[in-house]
C-alpha cells in the first residue's frame, strides 16, 4: 500500500467546473493511468483542503462520489483507499471517456479566442509528445 501526498492534486481556481468535480476527475484519470493503484491510500480530507485552500467539505464531498461510485473504499483508521478493481485496465473508450471533459473546455476556449483548429490541433500533438 503507497501512501500519496495532497500534492497529488491541483486546481484550476479559474475554471468554472466546481473544485469537486476537478478532484472527481483527477482521481479517476490517475487511477485509469495507473498512477493511482487499488490499495493505495489517498491523502486525507484535512490535507488536501490544507494543501489547495479549500473548505474540507469539498474534498469530502469528491471522496464521497469516488466512493458511491466504486473507485475509492474507506478503510477504518487508514482513511480512503484506492478500491480493488473489478475488472481488467479500462479499455481505450473508458480512458477516451474522462478526458472528453477537459476536450470539450479546450474546444470551447479554443472557439471563444477564435484559434484555427489546425493550430490547436499542432499545439495539442506537440504537447503530447513532449510528455511521453
Known amino acids: 500500500?503507497?501512501?500519496?501526498?495532497?500534492?497529488?492534486?491541483?486546481?484550476a481556481t479559474g475554471?468554472?467546473?466546481?473544485?469537486?468535480?476537478?478532484?472527481?476527475?483527477q482521481v479517476r484519470r490517475l487511477v485509469a493511468a495507473g498512477m493511482l493503484a487499488p490499495?493505495?491510500?489517498?491523502?486525507?480530507?484535512r490535507e488536501v483542503a490544507l494543501a489547495l485552500a479549500?473548505?474540507?467539505?469539498?474534498?469530502?464531498?469528491?471522496?464521497?462520489?469516488?466512493?458511491?461510485?466504486?473507485?475509492?473504499s474507506r478503510a477504518r483508521g487508514i482513511g480512503m483507499l484506492v478500491a480493488?478493481?473489478?475488472?481488467?485496465?479500462p479499455s481505450e473508450a473508458e480512458r477516451m471517456a474522462l478526458i472528453?471533459?477537459?476536450m470539450e473546455?479546450?474546444?470551447?476556449?479554443?472557439?471563444q479566442l477564435e484559434l484555427d483548429?489546425?493550430?490547436v490541433l499542432a499545439m495539442l500533438e506537440k504537447l503530447l509528445k513532449e510528455q511521453s
Do not use: W
Request: no cysteine; charged share 20%; aromatic share 4%.
Open 15 to 25: 475554471s468554472s467546473e466546481p473544485i469537486y468535480r476537478q478532484l472527481i476527475e
Open 39 to 45: 490499495g493505495d491510500a489517498l491523502p486525507s480530507v
Open 1 to 11: 500500500m503507497t501512501a500519496h501526498t495532497a500534492t497529488l492534486f491541483s486546481i
Open 54 to 72: 479549500v473548505n474540507p467539505m469539498t474534498v469530502s464531498k469528491a471522496y464521497s462520489m469516488l466512493e458511491a461510485e466504486g473507485l475509492l
Open 100 to 102: 472528453h471533459p477537459t
Open 117 to 119: 483548429p489546425a493550430t
Open 84 to 89: 480493488e478493481r473489478r475488472s481488467a485496465a
Open 105 to 111: 473546455r479546450l474546444a470551447a476556449e479554443a472557439r
